[in-house]
């Protein structure tokens, strides 16, 4: 994102915050065996909790107490009265001892049908955990990252719980903008009345949707942040790169290849034709015969499995290049124009308030995003 002098600062706020965010996940679940401290060690003791549920075994509860002995959290919850309980306080909670602690409850037996191996060390052990709580975390990596993200998004500040009242969805740095340019009267009527002021309803309109831009172009670089609008400014993107061949179509469509057309590219005539058929969550690729090119997590995956050698020799792919070269074409290349995203939404643009802008301008697209290769 483009720096001061071009964009709210609220919006680069919030645009480093999930970057930072990503590293820190992504570091404590690629790299087990790095012991360095996290910078956020909140997000660190939630990962550990969340990690450890995940892979919590049946045949025992684990207890937590939080914010005091009388609020206790068991995982798994309803189980049975006569079932084996490990406690862990809220002090070794805080600490960030959780898996230690749980360990340490454990005998050689237990964690070995638990982690499926013999360990030499209590530091063996130790790794053999965050391991597989890494792998059940990457599972659920979007969902983490959104969680952890709205956990970081709290704030204790009572006009910012006002407004979110009206606007829940609004990140804190934007929240606090709005706070800023308010007056007197419109900071009474956030405490009193039960709609917001006309004036800071039509600012939040503008944040909404320019975050919603925001969040798609980030998909670009976040693994974590990705979404349906990011597949939209995937697909519109990858027509925009230089030497696209005008004879290839693709298009997405829910659940069969007879589905709802969802979003498409090049001509209904075009000589070669592809089709991105989306069903929870995944891709499955299929040529203009019907016959099936195979399955994607994502849409960059899918547009590689969708493409034929000759356009991989037009784009200068290496032909046995996997997905990642083809997201780093488009990361390289300059990302789809904002007013031509806002388009591809199907999304009509929302005048800027002028206090924010005053003495700034649009970015066209994303470049100056931060990135996290």
Known sequence: MPGDR????????????????????????????????????????????????????????????????ANRVEYPQDS????????????????????????????????REWLGGDYASAADRLLALRRKAGEALARRRNEVFDICYQFRQQSGDPRVRQVRRFFADLPTSMVRELIARADEDELRQLSTAQAAPPRMLRDALWYRQQLRLNRAYEGLYLASAAGEDSDVLVLHTLETLPCWPGCMRIEVRQDSPAGALLDSIGLEQAELQRVLVRADGRYRVYNGLGRSLGEAVDMVTALRAALPKSVRRTLDMPLEADASVLRALLVDHTPLPRVQLLAALGMTAVSPPVAAMAGLSLPSSARGLPSSR
């Open 80 to 111: 049975a009265e006569d079932l084996p309980r490990i406690s862990v306080s809220e002090a070794q909670l805080m600490a960030g001892d959780l898996w230690i602690s749980v360990l340490n409850h454990l005998d050689d037996e237990q964690i």
């Open 6 to 69: 071009r964009w709210p600062r609220a919006f680069l706020l919030d645009t480093v915050e999930r970057f930072r965010l990503d590293r820190e996940i992504r570091r404590f679940i690629e790299h087990p065996e790095d012991e360095t401290p996290a910078k956020d060690a909140d997000v660190q003791r939630y990962l550990q909790q969340v990690g450890l549920q995940l892979i919590w075994p049946t045949s025992r509860v684990l207890q937590l107490f939080e914010a005091g002995a």
